[in-house]
């Protein structure tokens, strides 16, 4: 019998639908809330109490999955569970390059995944030429963060130097980071691919009126048919990050085809789930049973 | 230690900000984020048994899927 833990930092309504159904199939588990829980990372003689976790506790656990929103915080469970030897959903590795744009990207590019143009620079002066050259409007984003937060279309030279600027003065030095693609005329939406391993759970466009299509930012959600080049490409980038429980965000482009915008490692899939109807709670129960029986 | 319960009874409880009614289905977790009616206010459940309420943490900048 499969025993699943599952870390998280508040109960969406993803978490809701994943405890009611373990609940409902009568899956061992136990919740851990990613604020209470103290690491005994090193574990050699020092016991500590209360919410101290030994790494016997997660040993118990055939799987754990990371449901934690601080993606900081989320890797570092996961680099601590898998130096426990502990398997988890998804692996430190594939979020560490999931939650960062850059490591995305450069990722996808070594494993010949079409893309957007992106340039990377890491001082203002830098990034302004790189704008220049790649000719107005550009997208700047930051290389962490998700739902569409500080994501930025620059549309002339005089927005560009203000946003680095304001960029440069932000104070976190990941902000210095410039990440810089092209901007893609998409047609009013993008493609959201849910992935457990090679397997495509559910695809969904995601329309707005806005340029930013994050359904966190109120784009709507409806099915989208699945085509063989489709399927390709989202089995490719799931692939190329070392694959999981994934969502793949596509953006159709008028000549190239499709092109992967970025991979979330934890993703939410409401709008997956209301558009589709697939029953993606229990998908990923019997991915992390899978998991758990295969993955040494 | 890390034990979630489920409350089963309680039907209302105060918002914190605005003294509103926040209402619930017969189904609330520890650590849900509901959404006061009268004020907007994001609110965690931070109690069941009774439902206790305090305003949900500020968005983080790595907060994310």
Known sequence: ?296 | MFAQTISTSQTTAECPECAGSVNFSGKTMKGEIVTCPDCGAELEVTAVNPIALELAPKEEEDWGE
């Open chain 1, 1 to 296: 019998m499969t025993k699943i833990g599952l870390i998280y930092s508040r109960v969406r309504f993803e978490e809701k639908l994943l405890i009611e159904a373990l609940n409902k199939r009568g899956i061992d588990h136990e919740l851990i809330d990613d604020r209470e829980i103290i690491f005994n990372l090193t574990h050699n003689g020092y016991e500590g109490r209360g919410n101290v976790v030994q790494p016997e506790h997660f040993r118990q656990f055939d799987v754990v999955l990371d449901r934690a929103m601080e993606f900081t915080r989320g890797l570092y469970a996961l680099e601590i569970l898998n130096s426990w030897g502990i398997k988890t959903v998804n692996r430190a590795e594939v979020v560490a390059t999931c939650g960062d744009k850059l490591l995305t990207t450069a990722m996808l590019s070594r494993h010949n995944v079409p893309s957007p143009v992106t340039q990377i620079a890491f001082t203002p002066e830098a990034a302004l030429e790189a704008i220049e050259q790649m000719g107005y409007p550009v997208v700047l984003k930051p290389v962490i963060g998700s739902w569409g937060r500080l994501i930025s279309k620059v549309n002339d030279r005089e927005a560009a130097e203000a946003l680095l600027e304001h960029k440069s003065v932000l104070g976190h030095y990941l902000h210095e980071i410039f990440y810089l693609q092209e901007y893609i005329k998409k047609p009013g939406r993008d493609i959201r691919i849910i992935m457990l391993g090679d397997e495509i759970v559910s695809a969904i466009y995601r329309s707005s009126e806005h340029w930013v299509t994050n359904t966190a930012r109120g784009a709507s959600s409806a099915p989208c048919p699945v085509d063989s080049a489709l399927e390709k490409i989202a089995r490719a980038a799931a692939r190329a990050v070392g694959g999981g429980f994934l969502a793949i965000d596509v953006i159709e482009h008028a000549e190239r085809g499709y092109l992967i915008n970025e991979i979330n490692p934890t993703p939410e899939f409401r709008g997956s789930e209301t558009a589709t109807g697939a029953d993606i709670p229990n998908r990923i129960i019997d991915y992390l049973i899978r998991i758990a029986k295969d993955r040494a």
